[in-house]
């Protein structure tokens, strides 16, 4: 449900913020991993391993009953 997901992406934010970041550019905005990096000063390579470690540590928050 959205406030299980609510919750999970705050908690993401607290302990990677970066992390937090990107998938809010890339989920909600669209952005792919070029303009991700683009916009966060980063390497796209650094974009790309954010997005992997994010989507595996909200899997794994969202798989914990609410």
Known sequence: DMAHL??????????HERMAQVVQLRYFMGLD???IAA???VDERT???DWAAAR????????QPA
């Open 39 to 41: 916009t966060l000063g």
């Open 33 to 35: 991993s070029a303009e």
């Open 47 to 49: 974009t790309r391993r």
């Open 6 to 15: 609510d919750r999970a992406l705050e908690e993401l934010e607290a302990a």
């Open 56 to 63: 595996e540590w909200l899997r794994e928050r969202l798989d």
